[in-house]
Every structure is written in structure tokens, then in C-alpha cells.
């Protein structure tokens, strides 16, 4: 595999400012003893070296200092001013050293700290780890995971805190996938670990990403629409279920042996949701030990839909108001997990975990199957009026085109379209 590894705040601490003189290449008379490397980061790029692998440092600083760096420190191929996300240098530079084409996608994965690594990769439909060194252990959990589920969002293929465990992707790349994104994929995103008010844990996960425009092949948007269609086939809602069932009998109790699951239930559906019963028919279909019951209904009140609501304060407010938990099982010291299909903003999780846990509830495991990811834009203009293109997924077959939204989709384009 050929692995690309971001430079500065992956290998380096050296996101800091005092350090532009010598990453814009002002100063290049500097020692690279000058330079903290990351403690361990000379360890893993010779790692990935003996286990077979090719290690090209990909950075946007200057060629006087990621040249240095790449061959004094690390002792690798590098690419210096690659002006990220944008593919054209690293495409040619790849095209040109490695053989890159469409195709070999697959056998590339891009390591870095930052949103413009991750969307580099989307961009060219290779494999990403997000490198994410920050601490949750000081502070409010709570704010601390928002933080971390912005990262999350930039829709990585995997996440990783450390050296290690990027090592563990690079040797189980398939276990190390999300669990709807792979048939043996074990890993799941954490949007939240909290203990709460009655001394349990609330546990917010993800499943698979609910990816916006270009993405590596692994991306389940397709699941998303196919679980969203009004003509899902039962075979569709088998095989989801299948891995869903996987996830909650192997994987989550094998994790969570102090938390025996007492019950599991999903987001409760409204009478005009479609398909119709779409999480109940679900929640039906899973092959789990654990008890199925329905805890949610909405208030015959409601109107509209939490779609409508854009920020998490109003969305939270609109579940709040309409959601309640209206079933007599006795939640008291219960350990619950609900099941949602999409996890946007976290309201919906934030404001149901509430609602349990007021009513008695010891720990929550909410669950999303999709969480969505950023939208990242190919590097294409509008041939018509100029203004950058999009990627979409029509709904009907799930075939990709390049689009410059109108106004009524919410875009300021001219409406151009053309399938990829
Ligand atoms: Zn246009």
C-alpha cells in the first residue's frame, strides 16, 4: 500500500505559528533539531516501512522545510506545497511516481490531522485516517465531544487517537471499517461518553457515514437512500439487519459486559413517515437477545418535521415538545438502546438519552445507522455560469451526476446537470 502522511500536526507539532517562518520557507537556515517531532512518529513511519509499505509525506508546506524533514527525519518520498483539498498536484504527482489511475484507489490510504487532508482523500476516492490527538479527559465531556463530532463529521473513513491504532488499520484495513460500511467491519464512531445523573453511561455511536459528494468506495450513502426508499425491498431490510444484529449481539455486548442490555427500541415512527414503520419494521427484523419494545410516540400535535429545523437548539426543541415516552415498562436502573437512522446534529439523541434517563433509566446506547458527513465538492465549475459543481445521489437508481443546484435546491447554480 502506498501510505500519505500529512506533516505538520501528524508527524510534527508544529501547527503552531511561531513555526511559518520556517513552514512557509522564510527561514531555512533553521536545524531540524529545531522541529518537536512528534514522540514516536519516527517509530511508526518505520513501522509502516517493515511491514511493506510505501510512505510519502504529503504536506502544503515549503519544499526548503518538508524536504528536510522528509529526508533527514523520516527518510521518505515526500510532495511539499500540495495546496490541499485540491487534487491536481497530488494527482500528477502520483500519476507520475506511482502509476496512479482510476482503479488503484483502493490500494493508497491518506493519514492526517486536519479537515483539508480528509476532504484530499474524498477528493480522490482513497481511503483517510483522521489522526486525532486531543484529550477528552479534562474539561465538559459534552463540549469536548461536539468538538470531536465536527472531526468526525469531515467524514474520514477511519478515526484513530493514535500511532497504534493507525498501525491496526494498516494491518486489519476491513475489521477496521465502520459496521455498515463492511462486512466484517468491528468499529463504530463515538459521539459521546458521558456518565449521567443516575450513574450510568450515555453512549452515542455511528454505523456508517451518510457521505456528501465524493467519498472512498466504502461511503454508505447508498445504504442511507435504500433504507429511506418507499420501495425497500425485504431483502435490503435483511441484510441490514443482519449487520445491525451483528453489531448489537457480538460487538456491543462483548464491549459492554458491565451493561447488561435490558431493552432495545428505536426512534419512534410518525403516521406520515415513509417508508411506512420504517425504524419499527426495522427493530422487527434484528436477531438480537435483547427485549424489543417501543418506548417513543409523538403527539398527535405534531407538524412538520425536524428536517425543517436547522440548528440543534430549534430540533431539540421540536423533539422535545412532540416526543414523549409514553410506554408503562418500568425503566428504572434499565440499561437502554435506541435506534435511530441518522444522526445530524445529536438533538434528537441528546433530547430521547434525557427523556429516559428522567424516567428512571441507569445507561443509553443510542445508535445511529448513518451519521452525515461534510459535503465535499469535486474540483469541477459549471461549464455554464462558472460556479462550483456538486455531486449528487438521485434517489431513484443511485447513480451519480455533476449538478449546479437552482435556488429551489437550494443552491445559487443554473441548474446544470451531467451524469459521472
Ligand atoms: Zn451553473
Not at 521518505?76 to 485540491?86: T, W
Not at 482513497?126 to 470531536?148: C, H, K, P, Q, T
Not at 445530524?344 to 441528546?350: E, L, P, S, V, Y
Request: glycine content about 6%.
Amino acid at each position: 500500500m502506498k501510505i500519505l502522511v500529512d506533516l505538520d500536526g501528524t508527524l510534527t507539532h508544529t501547527n503552531d505559528i511561531a513555526f511559518n517562518e520556517i513552514k512557509y520557507g522564510r527561514n531555512q537556515t533553521f536545524q531540524t533539531s529545531d522541529i518537536p517531532v512528534i514522540e514516536d512518529a519516527k517509530n511508526f513511519i518505520e513501522r509502516l516501512k517493515a511491514l511493506g509499505h510505501t510512505v510519502i509525506i504529503v504536506s502544503d508546506s515549503h519544499h526548503a522545510y518538508v524536504n528536510r524533514l522528509a529526508k533527514e527525519v523520516f527518510c521518505v518520498d515526500h510532495l511539499s506545497l500540495a495546496d490541499k483539498p485540491n487534487t491536481s498536484k497530488l494527482a500528477e504527482f502520483l500519476r507520475k511516481n506511482f502509476d496512479f489511475q482510476e482503479g488503484s484507489e483502493k490500494d493508497y490510504l491518506l493519514v492526517g490531522d486536519s479537515k483539508l487532508d480528509i476532504y484530499l482523500a474524498r477528493a480522490l476516492g482513497i481511503a483517510s485516517v483522521l489522526l486525532d490527538f486531543s484529550a477528552l479527559e479534562e474539561g465538559n465531556v459534552r463540549a469536548l465531544y461536539r468538538a470531536r463530532a465536527t472531526r468526525i463529521k469531515y467524514g474520514s473513513t477511519y478515526y484513530c487517537r493514535s500511532y497504534e491504532e493507525v498501525v491496526g488499520v494498516v494491518e486489519n484495513p476491513t475489521t477496521q471499517l465502520l459496521t455498515l460500511e463492511h462486512k466484517s467491519g468491528e468499529q463504530t464512531v463515538r459521539f459521546l461518553n458521558e456518565r449521567n445523573k443516575n450513574g450510568g453511561l450515555t453512549m452515542f455511536r455511528g454505523l456508517g457515514r451518510q457521505n456528501q459528494g465524493l467519498c472512498d468506495a466504502h461511503g454508505a450513502l447508498k445504504r442511507y437512500y435504500a433504507f429511506q426508499n418507499q420501495n425497500r425491498s425485504e431483502a435490503f431490510l435483511q441484510d441490514i439487519s443482519r449487520d445491525v444484529s451483528r453489531y448489537i449481539s457480538e460487538l456491543v455486548s462483548k464491549n459492554s459486559k458491565a451493561h447488561p442490555w435490558d431493552y432495545i427500541t428505536c426512534v419512534a415512527d410518525k403516521t406520515t413517515t415513509r417508508p411506512p414503520r420504517k425504524m419499527e419494521a426495522f427493530l422487527d427484523a434484528l436477531d438480537v437477545p435483547t427485549k424489543k419494545v417501543n418506548l417513543f410516540s409523538w403527539s398527535d400535535k405534531v407538524s412538520g418535521s425536524i428536517r425543517q429545523h436547522k440548528d440543534t437548539s430549534s430540533r431539540y426543541k421540536f423533539v422535545d415538545e412532540f416526543v414523549s415516552v409514553t410506554s408503562d415498562v418500568d425503566l428504572k436502573g434499565k440499561n437502554v438502546i435506541v435506534l435511530d437512522d441518522q444522526y445530524t446534529t445529536g438533538a434528537t439523541a441528546d433530547c430521547l438519552s434525557a427523556k429516559l434517563i428522567d424516567a428512571g433509566a441507569c445507561s443509553i446506547l443510542f445508535v445511529a445507522l448513518f451519521y452525515l458527513a461534510d459535503d465535499v465538492g469535486p474540483d469541477v465549475k459549471c461549464p455554464r455560469c462558472g460556479k462550483d459543481a456538486k455531486i449528487k445521489l438521485r434517489k431513484s437508481d443511485g447513480g451519480r451526476f455533476y449538478s449546479c443546484p437552482p435556488p429551489e435546491y437550494g443552491g445559487s447554480g443554473c441548474g446544470w446537470m451531467k451524469n459521472l
